[in-house]
């Protein structure tokens, strides 16, 4: 019966999203979708084994200050977005250091690539039962080939249009999860069995680095800031926070469920989620791993465009897009080969940060030129903190082992 309501869920949330007239004519909707939907696309895969293996049942508390520190630096490009577009063209040291921070981007593009793909191996492997780093890395390679050859060929428009399918699809499937972890832990209390995990949970400064370096599960927010062409201002700085509420609420309720299904040796796959949620309900495993495939394929596509729209926007239209393309496949391969799945999720991290800490120098600046924004010298402290935190993050993040 469980799984019954559990399908039953994800499928009415899935429908609803994905074909609803109402939502398709919602401006405010989509511009919510697009930050909220890179923010949720990988994070609930990996976030909590993870947490579990590193902080233990503080991973809810863990994961309330990368949340926090995600929404300051939200609150720095929402700075951006209403006082750094209008004066984006002119010359100035404000100019200077975002064009570093779109440079720095690009990078953080090619790896947030790898990261998604390899974690789509990851997941489709698991599903068959079968875990090996060659076959994955195999696989990864052939799903770059088939999106660059694309992109080459006849552009990337076509297999985009199934983002709002594979966004719709994944958030179904947190819905039903959601409900299945309610309903699980709702027993345990009923029957006096609910309790804390007896578990590792002392907190180290290598953990502390590991936890830096797991910025990438809340990473996704900045996209509004480059949505001008679709969405007004004050439009993309209000759906922004929400995107950010919204997956705030879900990653600490989803955390605060999961934290009675920790258990020592978990270790670090990525992929443990599925095992993790298998006493749960046995529809649970299948859901994710399907959602899975869907969410890193749709996001790889997403970024594998803005990657090559974003060289071909630096080199100033010198280069073709068949070419940027084609840059992308050469430096997301050689990283697929050079890494792992989880040393990639601390080198995606520590790239956004790098972008993060490139942001809100430029709101330092701007703010500390623009004499009639309120209260400009208490936002230059806190931008230039912000900014500080997150070269921190770029220099200290760690993968996990």
């Known amino acids: ?31 919510t979708l697009t930050p909220l939907a890179s923010i949720m696309g990988s994070g609930f895969l990996v976030v909590a084994p993870l947490l579990a293996e590193t902080v233990g049942y503080f991973a809810v508390f863990c994961m309330g200050a990368l949340l926090l520190l995600s929404y300051a630096v939200g609150s720095a490009i929402r700075f951006n977005i209403r006082h750094f577009e209008p004066i984006e063209h002119q010359k100035g040291p404000a100019q200077s250091v975002s064009f570093v921070s ?36 195999v696989i990864t390679t052939l799903i770059l080939l088939a999106i660059t050859g694309v992109g080459m060929w006849r552009g990337l428009s076509q297999l985009e249009k199934i983002e ?16 299945a972890l309610c309903v699980y ?9 609910w309790h804390l995990p007896d578990i590792d949970s002392v907190i180290d400064t290598q953990d502390l680095r590991v936890l830096l370096g797991l910025l990438i599960v809340v990473q996704g927010f900045e996209t509004s800031r480059y949505l001008q062409s679709e969405h007004p201002t004050e439009m993309r700085i209000k759906t922004m926070r929400y995107a950010q509420w919204i997956s705030a609420a879900i990653y600490l309720v989803f955390l605060s469920l999961m934290t009675v ?21 046995i529809l649970l495993p299948i859901l994710i791993s399907v959602a899975a495939i869907g969410s890193q394929f749709s996001a790889s596509v997403a970024d594998t465009s803005g990657s090559g729209g974003l060289v071909q926007d630096l080199s100033k239209q010198k280069m073709p897009l068949k070419h940027a ?14 890494t792992d799945v989880n040393t990639i999720i601390a080198y995606a991290s520590r790239a956004f940060a790098l972008f993060y800490t490139l942001q809100a120098a430029t709101a330092a600046i701007v703010a500390f030129q623009a004499k009639n924004v309120k209260n400009h010298l208490l936002k230059v402290i806190f931008f230039s903190l912000i900014s500080s935190i997150c070269l921190m993050v770029f220099l200290l993040g760690l993968p996990a082992e």
């Open 325 to 338: 393309y084609f840059l992308v496949l050469v430096i997301t391969v050689i990283l697929t080969w050079a």
């Open 164 to 179: 709002s399918y594979a966004v719709s699809l994944n958030i179904g499937t947190i819905a039903g999860l959601i409900f």
């Open 102 to 137: 779109r440079v720095v981007l690009a990078g953080a593009y090619f790896i947030s690539i790898t990261y998604y793909l390899q974690l789509l191996s990851a997941f489709l492997l698991k599903a068959f039962g079968f875990e090996s780093d060659t076959w994955a890395n």
């Open 261 to 281: 299904l920790f258990h020592q040796g978990l270790g670090t796959d990525v992929t443990a989620i599925t095992s993790m949620v298998t006493p749960v309900a």
């Open 185 to 193: 832990n709702i027993n345990l209390l009923s029957t006096g069995n």
């Open 1 to 31: 019966m469980l799984n019954f309501f559990i399908i039953t869920i994800a499928a009415s949330v899935f429908l609803y999203l994905a074909f609803s007239p109402r939502l398709s004519r919602s401006e405010e909707w989509k511009a």
